[in-house]
Every structure is written in C-alpha cells, then in structure tokens.
C-alpha cells in the first residue's frame, strides 16, 4: 500500500502570503492518479487538484499543483481568509489500493 | 446543482451494526459514475471505506476485513453503507461522495462530497 506523507503538519502564514504544501508517496506513483482537497470543518471536502496538477471547476488559478514520482506540491498564490483550512492528498492505486494523506492544516499567523 | 446528504443513526451500540444511507440529487446515480464511503475519525485523517458502481459492481477497502457491505438502490437515487460488529474504533465522520473511478476513464478522486454525519459507538 502506498503511504502519502504530507509536510508541514501545520502551516502558518499570512493573508496575501504563497502557501508551499507537500506531499510524499513511499514509492512512485502514477500523477494520473493523484489528487488535491480542501476540508473545513463541519464541510463537505472540496476537490482542488485531479492527476496531480489539473484545476477541478471552479477553483481559482491560485491554486496549482505539481510533481511527479513520489514528490507532490500542492501551491496557493495570494492566500486570502477563505484558503485557511486542512489540505489532504489522496491517491488512487491498484487492487483498489486508496489512500489518503495525514493532512496539512494552513492557519493564518 | 449536485448534493449528497448522508443520513442515519448518530449512535450505535458496540458490536452493532452500523447503517447509513447517502441520497443524491441533481444528477442521475446511473450516469457514469462510482459512489463512495470515506469516513474521518476524531483528530485523524481521511480513509476511503468502499465505492459501489449503480449495477452492484464494488470495491472495499481491506483493513475493514469484510465487515463492509455497500448496495445501491437506483430508483431512489440511494447507496448505502452497512458496517459489521462495530467498536468505539469506528467512531468517525461518514462522508459519502461521488467517485471518478478508473475503470471508467477517470483518475481515482472524489469530485463531489455530502458534508458528512457523526456516528458515534457507544454503549
């Protein structure tokens, strides 16, 4: 099973600021098959990325993903008070084989 | 536009059986697509339970060592999630949620989700 290992645990940063999020498989995979979410409490989950760094609708081009391999980087621009949530990355595998990532909160400093 | 609504029992007795049912509108259950359970425990991450496809065709996680069934019941545009001899471990937040499965040419994601509902195991 593929294990996703998300960093920083939590991220503090600023209104405005650009937000770094990353996430690592324990082996290579596929980009095809990994996705980006934002969650805030009390919400249904909110698809951002699909196949590593394609916007699903609706989501502003602020939000960009990137990386291939085991290396994953999920990148807000321009953070405004609404960004400031959990971040999750999933990915789909063989057998079905589905995982999801520990999280990243994003908390205003 | 699309909704998921989970429902079912907030309480479940130890060694129970948990049941929730996910009600979908604004789209058709039997237009392309998987559906899926995900469920979050307390202060922990996300974990993918099963998904069911509209003619019965399912896929469950194994760490639920078959204590998981998924059906779906088209004509109420419905699945449903049924989770065996349940322990306070299974205290989570159900989430259900529409899967672009593979097999169908999509990439694995969850592109629309219900908000969710606690269901706590407790005697």
């Known amino acids: 099973e593929i294990v996703l290992t998300q960093s920083p645990g939590t991220l503090s940063l600023s209104p405005g600021d650009r937000a770094s999020l990353s996430c690592r498989a324990s082996q290579g995979v596929d980009s095809y098959y990994l996705s980006w979410y934002q969650h805030k409490p009390g919400q249904a989950p909110r698809l951002l990325i699909w196949?590593?760094?394609r916007r699903a609708a609706g989501i502003p081009d602020r939000f960009s993903g990137s990386g291939s391999g085991t290396e994953f980087t999920l990148t807000i621009r321009r953070l405004e008070p609404d960004d400031f949530a959990v971040y999750y990355c999933q990915h789909y595998g063989t057998s079905p084989s589905i995982t999801f990532g520990q999280g990243t909160r994003l908390e205003i400093k | 536009q699309m909704q998921l609504q989970e429902s079912g029992p907030g309480l479940v007795k130890p060694s129970g059986t948990l049941s929730l049912t996910c009600s979908v509108s604004?789209?058709?259950?039997?237009?392309?697509?998987?559906w899926g359970w995900i469920r979050q425990p307390p202060g922990r991450g996300l974990e993918w339970i099963g998904s069911i496809y509209h003619r019965g065709t399912t896929y469950y996680n194994p760490s639920f060592n078959r204590r998981v069934t998924i059906s779906v019941d088209t004509s109420k545009n419905q699945f449903s999630l049924r989770l065996n001899s349940v322990s306070a471990a299974d205290t989570a937040v159900y989430h259900c949620?529409?899967?672009?499965?593979?097999?169908?040419?999509?990439?694995?994601?969850?592109?629309?989700w219900g908000q969710g509902t606690l269901v706590t195991v407790s005697s």
């Open positions: 949620a529409r899967h672009s499965y593979p097999s169908l040419g999509g990439s694995g994601d969850f592109d629309w």
């Open positions: 196949s590593a760094s």
């Open positions: 604004g789209y058709s259950m039997t237009s392309g697509y998987y």
